[in-house]
């Protein structure tokens, strides 16, 4: 495998409420810190991740390309996922060795809809989306599979919001308190807030990694798996693919000082950390996490961002970055990140 | 997202003609949408299947390795194996594995009232169904409950054939209510002549010497005829007493207490509410007087006496 780390990384202040920036509008500062914090105006390879559906129309993520300067023509690709799997992509097309740097990018703006129902239709057109099933409401039932306890979810997401207050990036939210349902046994705060926000992150290879950054945060692992779509088919009080995925890319290897997850309901941490046999030790999304800010179809990006920001700044020798997509974690990427 | 995917009702605002400082705060509806609904064919599993529902029975299908997948798929997820062709009714019974409680319901809901989404693993299915169960309120769910599927009367094919599961029939509320004509007897009519005029009307055994209120025409500890009659005053001590936390007709409000009261000059206590002080303040041995209805409005009924009161005398000695 070819060496390849993460030099740079860039996130917006993320904001709840839609402030009227078009979509290139959101994402060019974000690409503007990374290629001045790289040193590079060009890349071998460019890859980003968004959903349409989001916006509410078609290809939408062509329009985005005009923060790019798609000119002359630039290689370049998109998943309609989260753009965690677009730094996948990237990380495969390095592989390859023909190119030594990419330009990773991901950006969503929930707040122009309505998130909850934008995500029934990503559920399988004969089974699920007819019966209007929701996004929180499949999550509860989730919740309520693992039977998770009221305390400690509590803790997470009082733990998550306080972190989250400490970093600019993320939503300024209050202790949670109240005891009504949004869909039981889900509480309003156990659901990541909606949240406009973009996210950009810069891969290279090799040597020219160490030349454009200090601490690179190496890619020692990285691997994806993916269970049955229909929840009945599963056992949702765990989580196969995200433990398959984190055996995949090694993360029991060594002791890991920072895990950021991907958990967009405070349950979804609990199942994670049991996934990824995360010991008491394990720094968890200490930047506050979804939970804080969730800008989706960035969300992930941000995730692997954050875990190679510890890395780089030195406060981590081991992180990990955890992204998940589909409903109730159906799908799930681990990478990790070393020194 | 498709090509094809039609954007219907968007309004343009007519951006060019507003000034740019209020142009930043436009905002126009947008609406995504397949107008008609969108065609898609569903293969010969879940074609099957939903022709099933249309009929009224739900199959699932068995793979290779003996499982039966309810809703049936086309693959085995464990294996990536083509199921077989063989389709086995299930249910319609099942039992809920996990469930989660929507107290408000979203448009795009089955239901309009509060209901339960529940993974139910149908009698004889080896995967869990997902579906709404209508059971009126959140304590009614828990893991184990028995559901049975409530059909729309007419059916298309369709998962919302099942409009919802509900619990099976576990209880009956059998009403019940037959109608009487009572007569107090004499002694309770004899008593209630005194209530009318304000008076409590007692009796004194002969034989034991005891005074019982309300007025009654035998004793019941020396089982004779009582003759003395006996008007005793509507002063009297509290006993014992309960405070009552659940709503009673006859009763102003709640908590309210009912009180044993030791008529003065009686010797069996009588049941009435007491009332005119707060009841974490009623205590055995208080005095109390009887709080009478104004005089017009008085019949030969116990609701002449509102309740018992305090006096503010010291306590009585039991």
Known sequence: MRDVAVVAFAQTRHSATDEGLGESELILPVLDEVRDASGLRTFGFTCSGSCDYLAGAPFSFVSALDALGAWPPISESHVEMDAAWALYEAWVRLQHGDVDTALVYGFGKSSQGDLREIMTLQLDPYYLAPLGLDQVSYAALQASARGADRAELDEIVRRSRAAGRDNPCALDLPDPEGDGYEVQPLRPYDVAPMTDGAAAVVLAAGD??????????????????????????????????????????????????VAELHAQFSHEEVILREALEL??????????????ANPVMATGLIRIGEAARRITDGTASRAVGHAASGPCLQHNLVTVMEA | MPSDATA????????????????????????????????????PVIGRFLTELRDGRIVGVRTAGGRTLVPPLEYDPDTGEAV???????GPAGTVESWSWVSEPRPAHPLERPFAWALIRLDGADTALVHAVDAGDARAMRQGLRVRPR???????????????????????????????????????????????GVFIGCRCGSCGKVYVPYRLSCPECGVAITEEVEVPDTGTITTFAINNLPDPRAPEVPFVSAYILLDGSDIPMIALVGGVPAHEVRQGMRVRAVWVPEEERTASMSNIKWFAPTGEPDAEL
């Open chain 1, 208 to 257: 020219l990694a160490r030349e454009l950054c200090e601490r690179p945060a190496w890619i020692t692992g990285i691997a994806h798996r993916i269970e049955p779509h229909y929840l009945g088919m599963r056992d949702l009080a765990r989580s196969a693919s995200a433990a398959e995925a984190a055996r995949a890319a090694g993360v029991g290897k060594g002791h890991v000082d």
């Open chain 1, 279 to 292: 010991p008491a030790s394990t720094a968890v999304n200490p930047s506050g996490g979804p939970l804080a």
């Open chain 2, 8 to 43: 219907a009702g968007t309004t343009a605002a007519g951006a060019a003609a507003v000034p740019e400082g209020e142009a930043r705060s436009l905002v126009a509806g947008h609406v995504l949408e397949f107008p008609g609904g969108y065609t898609r064919t569903t293969g």
């Open chain 2, 84 to 90: 077989t062709g063989e389709f086995a009714e299930v």
């Open chain 2, 151 to 197: 059909w729309k009367a007419a059916r298309t094919g369709h998962i919302t054939d099942i409009e919802s599961f509900v619990p099976e029939v576990t209880r009956i509320v059998s009403p019940v209510r037959t109608e009487y004509r009572v007569r107090p007897g004499k002694a309770l009519a004899r008593f209630l002549d005194g209530v009318a005029r």
